[in-house]
């Protein structure tokens, strides 16, 4: 193998590496929203479809209040629910 090739392949895999590791911490930064940051109130969840076709973690939320958006960590009890015709809810 020429030198050059590997040096390629040895700088190419820590980029990658660098990559992982930003979507590692940037994930493990992300935390469940129920309450507005800066005014304490209620969030509501925003459909984004860019970001839920990018990722299953995170989700973006809405202060009614205060209008703080950004972005959260899915919540376990948080999900769209789906209504169809014989729904009465």
Do not use: H, Y
């Amino acid at each position: 193998m020429d030198i050059s090739i590997g040096a390629v392949i040895v700088l190419g895999g820590l980029v990658l590496l660098r990559f992982v590791l930003i979507a590692v911490g940037a994930a493990l930064l992300l935390r469940p929203v129920r309450e507005c940051p800066a005014c304490f109130g209620g969030t509501v969840r925003v459909k984004r479809p860019v970001l839920e076709a990018l990722t299953r973690i995170a989700e973006w939320r809405w202060c009614p209040c205060c209008g703080w958006q950004g972005p959260a960590r899915v919540s376990k009890g948080d999900r769209w629910i789906r209504r169809n015709a014989t729904s009465r809810a």
